[in-house]
Every structure is written in structure tokens, then in C-alpha cells.
């Protein structure tokens, strides 16, 4: 029997666009680390909705089984992430962390890294995930601990497939600690979903506790 960790792979999606520097956030305040992780409460904070009730363009986005790929399609742009904090679990050799997702607010230009010295990127993905690197080849477990390549591109390129299981979805309001990490609208619906990850070739988990998603209009 194969024990279940969860994963929960929340997309947070906002229609609004905004200029945005790096995100800059006091990391080393404890009270400001509890409240990002307090985020992943995702039932004492969201509200369930169905798949039906989902607005245009979110259906799309979040029924995808690897967000990047969508974020990629429908923005037509590459992504890179910023970790805001990471946690590995020797004991079960799990490694958690809470991401931004960025892009180039210029499609032409395409370029994260030049994008963030003009201020001029969008944070497109708040996640919080688990990932279990017991079922995960090494050279994608460096590529997660060394580099700014969202997980979802690096288990595409590399042909890792994965089925999407557990899935539900949500929205929660834009509140203070949100928007300090994302610059969403205060008090605007950011919908999401919740799902859990398995490999397709063993049925079991690459992933297990949470991610957020929010996604601005083009």
C-alpha cells in the first residue's frame, strides 16, 4: 500500500495586470514568515467552488495538469521562479517551498532577468509545494534546488509523466499578505485549485502541501 502525501497545487488568478519590481519581502521577520505560510490554510482562508463556476480564461488555466505549460501558452512568454522560502525534510527526503512565478511584462522582449532590472514583470504564480524526491530523477532534483526553472518545465522536458489526481478548486480574496507577495488588488477574487501530482508510470506521489496560482490577463 502507498502511503498518500498531498500536494496541493493552488492557482491563484487575478485579472489585473501590474509593473512590479523583484518582489522584496522581510524574510528574516518570523511574524512575516508565519503569515506566507499561514497562506497554505487553505480551508480556514478560501471558498470551494465548482469547475463550472470557474470565469474564462481560469477554466483553461486551471484544468491544465502542469500550470507551466498553460502559463507558457497562454502568455506566450517564459517563466521563471523566485523561491521565498525553502524547507528540506531529511527524514523524508521531501523538500517544501513557497515560489513566485514571474514574467516579462513585454512579450516581445521576453526576458525576465532584464524585465526585473526595469521593473517591468508581472508575478503571475503564488505556490506552495511539496515535492517528493524519492520519485524524482537526480538531475531534476538539482535542477529544483539549483536553479530558477519552474517544476512543471523541468518534468516536461525531462518526460516525467504525471497525472493530476484530488483535484478542487477555490478563490480567496487578495488580502495584505497576499498582495505583498503577488501586488494583487486588494480584495479582489483570486481563484485556485488544490490537486495532488502521482507519476503516471507507478501511481505515486511526486508531490505533496500546497501551491498557489494567481494569473493575470494578458
Given at each position: 500500500?502507498?502511503?498518500?502525501?498531498?500536494f496541493?497545487?493552488l492557482i491563484m488568478?487575478?485579472v489585473?495586470?501590474?509593473?512590479?519590481a523583484t518582489i522584496?519581502?522581510d524574510?528574516?521577520?518570523?511574524?512575516?514568515?508565519?503569515?506566507?505560510k499561514?497562506?497554505?490554510?487553505i480551508?480556514k482562508?478560501?471558498?470551494?467552488?465548482?469547475q463550472?463556476m470557474?470565469?474564462?480564461p481560469y477554466?483553461?488555466?486551471?484544468?491544465?495538469?502542469?500550470?507551466?505549460k498553460?502559463v507558457?501558452e497562454?502568455?506566450?512568454?517564459?517563466?521563471?521562479?523566485q523561491?521565498?522560502?525553502?524547507r528540506?525534510?531529511?527524514?523524508?527526503?521531501?523538500?517544501?517551498?513557497s515560489?513566485?512565478?514571474?514574467?516579462d511584462y513585454?512579450?516581445?522582449?521576453?526576458?525576465?532577468?532584464?524585465?526585473?532590472?526595469k521593473?517591468e514583470?508581472?508575478v503571475?504564480?503564488?505556490?506552495f509545494?511539496?515535492?517528493n524526491?524519492?520519485?524524482?530523477?537526480?538531475?531534476?532534483i538539482?535542477?529544483v534546488?539549483?536553479?530558477n526553472?519552474?517544476?512543471?518545465?523541468?518534468?516536461?522536458t525531462?518526460?516525467v509523466?504525471?497525472?493530476?489526481?484530488d483535484r478542487?478548486y477555490?478563490?480567496?480574496?487578495?488580502?495584505k499578505?497576499?498582495?505583498?507577495?503577488?501586488?494583487?488588488?486588494?480584495?479582489?477574487?483570486?481563484y485556485?485549485?488544490?490537486?495532488?501530482?502521482?507519476?503516471a508510470d507507478n501511481n505515486?506521489?511526486?508531490?505533496g502541501?500546497h501551491?498557489?496560482?494567481?494569473?493575470k490577463?494578458k
Amino acid at each position: 500500500m502507498i502511503k498518500k502525501r498531498y500536494f496541493f497545487y493552488l492557482i491563484m488568478i487575478i485579472v489585473h495586470v501590474s509593473h512590479t519590481a523583484t518582489i522584496a519581502v522581510d524574510l528574516q521577520s518570523k511574524i512575516m514568515l508565519q503569515k506566507i505560510k499561514s497562506l497554505a490554510n487553505i480551508d480556514k482562508i478560501a471558498i470551494r467552488v465548482n469547475q463550472s463556476m470557474l470565469p474564462i480564461p481560469y477554466r483553461y488555466l486551471l484544468t491544465q495538469p502542469l500550470m507551466t505549460k498553460g502559463v507558457e501558452e497562454y502568455y506566450q512568454r517564459t517563466p521563471v521562479i523566485q523561491t521565498i522560502y525553502a524547507r528540506k525534510n531529511k527524514r523524508n527526503n521531501t523538500y517544501s517551498r513557497s515560489i513566485i512565478m514571474l514574467l516579462d511584462y513585454n512579450k516581445v522582449r521576453n526576458d525576465v532577468r532584464l524585465a526585473q532590472k526595469k521593473s517591468e514583470i508581472m508575478v503571475v504564480v503564488l505556490a506552495f509545494i511539496t515535492i517528493n524526491f524519492n520519485e524524482l530523477p537526480n538531475k531534476i532534483i538539482a535542477d529544483v534546488l539549483n536553479t530558477n526553472i519552474p517544476l512543471g518545465q523541468l518534468l516536461f522536458t525531462n518526460h516525467v509523466k504525471i497525472l493530476s489526481t484530488d483535484r478542487s478548486y477555490f478563490y480567496v480574496r487578495c488580502n495584505k499578505v497576499i498582495f505583498l507577495l503577488t501586488h494583487c488588488n486588494q480584495d479582489n477574487k483570486l481563484y485556485g485549485r488544490t490537486h495532488t501530482l502521482i507519476r503516471a508510470d507507478n501511481n505515486r506521489c511526486d508531490m505533496g502541501p500546497h501551491v498557489w496560482n494567481k494569473i493575470k490577463e494578458k
